[in-house]
């Protein structure tokens, strides 16, 4: 196997595994067993557990802005519908997981935000880059009327974000998709001004 490849692999086994248990409760020889490596085979790809760390954000940040840019990005749908069509293709992944790995970013996130300050940095960026794909969905849905022209655009994309993570991060506590379900349904009455969801 070439060496480009050994290295992917150990991302993507890697990977499986901090999403599944995370960052600091995965060990670099846990994740050599799982990707068949000899022991000390880490350090001629990966300078240190933190350097893979960032490589592992990428690799999440690629997997999931790709399923934002799918969604959010599809011209031939109205732009609130894409929304809806992301966060429904998220019900169904999280569903089919047991509720229970919720998203990669938001978990990193919250178990490294205080502890590491170079990955919170690089989380940080990424998490902007994924707030302004729903910004430039909202900016869309400005133009072609079904959003308010005065709606702040930024804020909104923030709040959508924050709370869809929030949720599941809910969802996990309760292993319930219910959590998320109020998110969408929420949503849904938000962006379209619907008065009963703010009594």
Do not use: W
């Amino acid at each position: 196997m070439a060496p480009s490849s050994i290295r992917e692999d150990i991302i993507r086994k890697g990977a499986n595994l901090i999403h599944a248990q995370g960052f600091n409760a995965t060990g670099i020889q846990q994740i050599l067993n799982a990707a068949g490596i000899p022991k000390g085979s880490f350090y001629f790809y990966f300078k240190s557990k933190e350097d893979f760390g960032i490589t592992i954000i990428d690799y999440f940040t690629a997997t999931t802005g790709e399923i934002f840019r799918r969604y959010l990005e599809n011209k031939k749908i109205p732009p609130l519908r894409r929304l809806e069509s992301l966060f429904e293709h998220f019900e169904a992944t999280f569903e089919k997981s047991g509720n229970a790995l919720g998203c990669p970013i938001g978990n990193l996130s919250l178990e490294l935000a205080d502890t590491n300050d170079r990955l919170r940095a690089h989380l940080e960026t990424v998490i902007k880059e994924l707030i302004k794909g729903i910004e430039s969905c909202l900016r869309e849905a400005k133009r072609d009327k079904s959003l308010p022209t005065d709606l702040d655009t930024t804020d909104t994309a923030c709040f959508i974000f924050h709370a869809f993570e929030g949720a599941i991060m809910h969802m996990k506590v309760e292993k319930s998709i219910e959590p998320y379900r109020a998110f969408r349904r929420y949503l849904s009455g938000y962006l379209k001004n619907d008065k009963s969801t703010k009594n």
